[in-house]
């Protein structure tokens, strides 16, 4: 790899990082199309990731400890865990096909989760059944270990409960934290010594992104909140229109 690229992989994780500090979400599903655009494949670029997300989980977690819910974080942490290596396992997969079909994937995954983070409007209640438990965090293992993006079905979960803003951002932090290193080892079992180089980078680029997070988190607070999340809203919307569109205009 040469060092235009991993300058350029550190600008994406930098202006990732900015966006997660500002709105609290979509450092992944900006990064992974960004990551796949500079030439990296799609395992290549969620290994990237993995390690300052790690970081990011944990930091959150230390600071948020006295409001997380540790009975329900373990719950959903093994049923992600099932569909962690079935997501790995597509990955696999996917990974022998034509990049413009990856990026066009992804784009359209894009889109899926963004219809359904802002389409299906959940009423908070004090429980979810078992049922509804299972299938979201079940997805969110499958999704996490295919795109990197296990996010979405776990937030519509946790909407779902009379539960305060602390308590949401602890529980999703420890979440995450603690799929991080299964997912990692499922990686490095996968793919073998060829993802090494990505492991390092991404922990060479973990300070960059931390305090990318934090001015993020700062812009977020000069900035209305809405407004902001409405141009976040529409740039994914490019971002998902342009992977899935520019493969048909070579």
């Not at 500090?21 to 979509?26: L, T």
């Not at 290994?47 to 974080?73: A, C, D, G, H, N």
């Not at 993802?195 to 997070?213: A, C, K, Q, R, S």
């Not at 902001?228 to 971002?239: H, N, R, Y």
């Amino acid at each position: 790899m040469n060092l235009e690229t991993i300058i350029i992989i550190g600008i994406i994780l930098f202006f990732c990082s900015l966006i997660q500090g500002a709105v609290g979400f979509a450092f992944n599903i900006f990064a992974i199309p960004l990551l796949i655009w500079s030439g990296l494949s799609l395992p290549e670029s969620i290994t990237v990731t993995s390690i300052p997300i790690f970081m990011q989980s944990l930091t959150s977690s230390y600071k948020l400890r006295e409001y997380i819910k540790w009975k329900e974080v373990a719950v959903g942490s093994i049923f992600r865990y099932m569909g962690l290596p079935i997501g790995i396992y597509l990955l696999t997969l996917i990974n022998h096909f034509n990049k413009n079909d990856i990026k066009q994937l992804v784009g359209v995954a894009i889109l899926l989760i963004l219809f359904l983070q802002f389409y299906f409007k959940v009423t908070p209640k004090e429980k979810v059944g078992f049922f509804w438990t299972f299938i979201s965090f079940f997805s969110s293992g499958i999704f996490l270990g295919l795109i990197s993006m296990g996010g979405p079905p776990v937030i519509l979960w946790v909407m779902a409960h009379k539960w305060s803003a602390k308590e949401i951002r602890a529980f999703l932090s420890a979440l995450f934290f603690i799929a991080s290193p299964f997912l990692l080892l499922l990686l490095y079992h996968n793919f073998g010594n060829q993802l090494i180089d990505f492991f390092l980078i991404g922990l060479f680029f973990t300070p960059v992104v931390i305090i990318g997070t934090l001015i993020g988190v700062k812009l977020g607070n000069l900035l209305e909140h809405e407004k902001l999340k409405k141009i976040i809203i529409s740039l994914l919307i490019l971002t998902s229109l342009t992977s899935i569109i520019t493969p048909y205009f070579k």
